[in-house]
């Protein structure tokens, strides 16, 4: 079945480093991808999403591009922020039942 | 604009015990749906719903039941707590079911002794 694999965490930075979460997926068809942040004590929030190979979603300075050759959509950001701490998580769209798949999480934790 | 709002936002029980997870949403969406989240797991979807009088089954629904009388609500009902079933649950809604923009509830922290 389908399913996203994202890279095991927590992964520590400092302020102003690059970042890069893997996330890899195994999809029949031609899934949606997705970004979704959640910060301590808060829901998960859309952070961004690419619909069709070679798209690049982009919010906030992260970045995304759907690679359809490596079933792949890391996410980027060139320059993290303390307030980017928080778990990342990489999911899917149109599965069997047509609903979201995640992957595990990664947990970024930035210091100043 | 309240979104989607869940209570209570923490609870514990008893091995045994029954409860009802509320879950109401004020954007008109058709579509809702339960996660759990535990750790190293990431989330796993339990129930959802396409519309009101309509669920369906997700990933994990055993030991949980739902019920769509109408299009804001969307409880989860834990018929006889076990221990396995610690866990934060999401309740989230989406316009349309295959979006994939979910927008999820803060969450409700279970534990059960």
């Known amino acids: 079945g389908d399913s996203v694999t994202q890279m095991e965490g927590p992964v520590t930075l400092s302020e102003e480093a690059f970042l890069t979460i893997n996330c890899t997926y195994t999809?029949?068809?031609?899934?949606?991808l997705f970004w979704y942040v959640q910060y301590p004590g808060e829901g998960l929030q859309l952070l961004l999403k690419?619909?069709?190979?070679?798209d690049k979603g982009s919010n906030k300075g992260f970045e995304a591009t759907y690679r359809k050759e490596t079933t792949s959509f890391h996410l980027e950001k060139g320059s993290v922020q303390v307030s980017d701490s928080a778990v990342y998580f990489c999911?899917?769209?149109?599965?069997?039942?047509?609903?979201?798949?995640f992957g595990k999480g990664t947990k970024l934790s930035v210091k100043p | 604009n309240a979104g989607v709002t869940q209570t209570p936002k923490f609870q514990v029980l008893k091995t045994g015990q029954s409860m009802t997870l509320q879950c109401a949403q004020d954007?008109?969406?058709?579509?809702m749906s339960w996660y759990r989240q535990d750790p190293g797991m990431g989330l796993r979807l339990i129930h959802y719903?396409?519309?009101?009088?309509?669920?369906d089954q997700g990933e994990v629904p055993n030991g949980y039941n739902v019920s769509r009388s109408t299009t804001e609500d969307f409880p989860l009902r834990l018929l006889s707590a076990a221990p396995s079933q610690t866990s934060v649950y999401f309740c989230?809604?989406?316009?349309?079911?295959?979006?994939?923009?979910?927008?999820f509830g803060e969450g409700s922290r279970l534990t059960v002794l």
């Open positions: 719903s396409v519309g009101a009088g309509i669920t």
């Open positions: 999911a899917l769209s149109g599965g069997s039942q047509g609903n979201l798949i």
């Open positions: 954007m008109n969406h058709e579509y």
């Open positions: 989230a809604s989406t316009p349309r079911r295959a979006t994939g923009e979910l927008f």
């Open positions: 999809a029949t068809g031609y899934p949606s």
């Open positions: 690419a619909t069709k190979a070679d």
